[in-house]
């Protein structure tokens, strides 16, 4: 075999299995935020994920509900189709990161209630926005007009300050949380020796 046949079946291989992890990867993701947007798959939809939004600590929920459902379910669509994929990865790898958030005070795994697999999704996603979708896309038909650098450093770049935002505030509303509980304890001590 040539070295430019094996140089062409490398790049077949190479962007088929870009393919399959956009398919799953992407799969996956739009599965997860159609459970929150639609209350497809099992799901609470908008005013069941609103209400868990609010208990993890996200302000305002209903706006964090429909942006977390519209990372996932748009962002998991886009990099299924391969379109956008900066755009599509970043914003999967921001909800994920968010998701992050909610699961670190349970450590790393899975079956302690932990953040690996949103971890593993965003690095997913973040790992396909930044390689490209490969030739098997609609970024590739459309001769990557939503896929150029200057589309993976914008993206990224406001997913970042996103969750970092997002983050913060939880962060933040979490911590008032508990001062109110505590105040609220302990005006409950005083009232009661009374």
Not at 96 to 107: E, L, Y
Request: glycine share 16%.
């Amino acid at each position: 075999m040539s070295a430019l046949c094996r140089d062409a079946h490398a790049s077949r291989r190479k962007d088929f299995g870009l393919l399959v992890l956009r398919l799953g990867t992407g799969g996956v993701l739009f599965a997860h935020g159609a459970q929150k947007l639609f209350g497809w798959f099992g799901g609470g939809g908008l005013e069941g994920t609103e209400q868990a939004m609010k208990a993890m600590g996200f302000e305002p929920a209903r706006q964090s509900a429909l942006a977390a459902g519209l990372g996932e379910a748009g962002g998991g669509a886009l990099l299924a189709l391969g379109l956008a994929t900066p755009a599509a990865g970043a914003a999967g790898a921001g909800a994920m990161a968010g998701a992050v958030a909610v699961h670190a005070p349970a450590g790393f795994f899975v079956m302690k209630g932990g953040y690996e697999y949103p971890a593993f999704l965003g690095f997913v996603a973040a790992g396909l926005g930044l390689s490209g979708p490969g030739r098997y896309s609609l970024d590739h038909l459309t001769r990557h007009r939503l896929d150029r650098f200057s589309t993976v450093v914008l993206a990224f770049s406001a997913a970042a300050i996103a969750v970092a935002a997002v983050v913060s505030s939880r962060k933040q509303t979490l911590t008032d949380r508990q001062e109110a509980e505590i105040i609220a304890k302990e005006e409950e001590g005083l009232s009661g020796m009374a």
